[in-house]
Every structure is written in C-alpha cells, then in structure tokens.
C-alpha cells in the first residue's frame, strides 16, 4: 500500500507539472516530429529508391525509441538537478521511503507519460510518411517493459553522479548522441553492441514491427540476452547510485548546490 501511494502521488506530480509546462511538452514532441522530418526527407531525396520504404519504416522506429530511451535514462538526473536547484533535495531524504523508491516511482510514471506520448509520434510520423508498422502491442509491450529495466540501470547512475556533481547538463546533451548511435546502429551490423543498456530490446522491437514476429517466433537466446542485460544494468545502477549517495553524504555535498 505504501508502494501504491507513493506511485500514486509520483504520478500526479509528473502529470500535472506536464500539463502546467503544457507549451514545453508540446515542444519537446515537436522536436522529435521534425528530427523525424529531416531523416524522411534526408531518405527522400538522397536515399536509394528501392529500398525507401523500409528505411522510412526503419527511421520511424529509430527516431521513437531514441526519444523514449533519452527521457527515460536521462530523467532522474535532471529530477536531481531540479531538486538541487530548487532546495529541495534533503528534504526528499528525510522521507521514510527512501530517495531511490521515490526516484524509481517517479521514472516509472514518466515512463507510462512519456510512451502515451511517443505512440502519438508514432502515429504522426506512420501518417506523414504512409508507411504503417506491425505495432503488435501483444509482442512489443512485454519486450519493452523487460527493455526498460536496463534503461532504469543507467538512469540511477547518471543520478548518482548528478547527485554529487550537481552540474551535469553538458554531459547529458552530448550522452543523447551516444543513445542515437547505440539506438540507429543495427546489431547486424555491430553485434558487440547487445552488451550495451537496452540495445538489444530495440533491435527485438524493431524486428517485430518490421517482420510482423510473434513472441514465439523470436529466438529464446534473444530473451535470455535481453534480461541477463536488464539485470545486470539495474543492479550497476543501484550499486553506483548508493555508492555515489554515500560520498555525497561523507562530504557533505547533498545541500550544496
């Protein structure tokens, strides 16, 4: 019950802070609209023509995982810089709960907003473009969720460097490039890549859209890559997350700013 209160008001807050920023939400997904944009036409006009379709289709998937995977890893960094800036980080540990309980029910609720989001992207961009993907929520859903425990991973160690160096924002704009190459490049091409967070999952999801897979159809070996990635990455996270909390608490550096 404690769980479900504190998801609960997490929620609220994300949702209402979205809603009262409702001119910088809609920006934000306007950013993404024209990124998308510039790679269709980029596709367009310099593209080979025979296989246009699927690399408009691949572009689409491409440009909707990278943007969920930048909110989502980059999002309780910046909640610590807020909270930082703000005065209001010691109060959040003096909670009872926990700060890593708060911050994980916090990236959960903007997980779920976030994807509400990116399905309207993905719809718009489907539409621009008239290229229609295999969503297969039945197939897709499960393999993201399992996907977004790794992304969690990392978010927690970006938060607990944020945590002591306060000011982390250069690194965080030039960690989006970092997402894009990990999130464009195929594993085809760069096998080595499903050792890194979340690889692995996108490259299974944009299978299944692509190839219209069922779970059955997709090899078992994919499933154990994937979770052994997520919990390895969650468990880092946490250790470098608690790790970083007890030297910012040794130095005294969680009410500096």
């Known amino acids: 019950?404690?769980?479900?209160?504190?998801?609960?008001?997490?929620?609220?807050?994300?949702?209402i802070e979205m809603k009262r920023y409702l001119p910088n939400t809609l920006a934000l997904v306007f950013t993404?609209?024209?990124?998308?944009?510039?790679?269709?036409?980029?596709?367009?006009?310099?593209?080979?023509?025979?296989?246009?379709?699927?690399?408009?289709?691949?572009?689409?998937?491409?440009?909707?995982?990278?943007?969920?995977?930048?909110?989502?890893?980059?999002?309780?960094?910046?909640?610590?810089?807020?909270?930082?800036?703000?005065?209001?980080?010691?109060?959040?540990?003096?909670?009872?709960m926990g700060v890593w309980k708060i911050m994980l029910t916090r990236i959960i609720s903007q997980f779920g907003l976030q994807s509400v989001i990116m399905v309207l992207l993905l719809y718009g961009a489907m539409a621009t473009s008239g290229q229609w993907l295999s969503l297969n929520p039945m197939t897709t859903i499960p393999i993201i969720l399992v996907t977004m425990i790794s992304m969690l991973g990392v978010s927690f160690m970006i938060a607990g460097l944020a945590i002591i160096v306060k000011q982390i924002q250069a690194f965080l704009q030039i960690f989006q490039f970092v997402l894009m190459a990990l999130v464009?490049?195929?594993?085809?091409?760069?096998?080595f890549l499903a050792?890194?967070?979340?690889?692995?999952?996108?490259d299974m999801v944009r299978n299944v859209m692509l190839q219209d897979l069922t779970l059955t159809e997709l090899p078992l070996s994919d499933y154990d890559v994937l979770l052994v990635n997520s919990v390895v990455y969650l468990t880092l996270g946490l250790l470098v997350f608690h790790s970083c909390e007890r030297v910012a608490m040794k130095k005294g550096l969680l009410g500096q700013y």
């Open 1 to 15: 019950m404690r769980w479900f209160h504190l998801f609960n008001a997490n929620f609220r807050k994300e949702y």
């Open 195 to 202: 050792f890194a967070p979340f690889v692995k999952g996108v």
């Open 184 to 191: 464009f490049v195929p594993l085809s091409v760069a096998p």
């Open 32 to 96: 993404f609209y024209i990124i998308f944009l510039a790679a269709f036409f980029g596709i367009m006009f310099i593209g080979d023509p025979a296989s246009f379709e699927m690399n408009v289709q691949y572009s689409i998937i491409s440009v909707v995982f990278w943007s969920l995977t930048m909110m989502t890893m980059n999002f309780i960094g910046f909640s610590v810089i807020t909270e930082a800036t703000r005065g209001t980080l010691e109060q959040i540990y003096m909670s009872p």
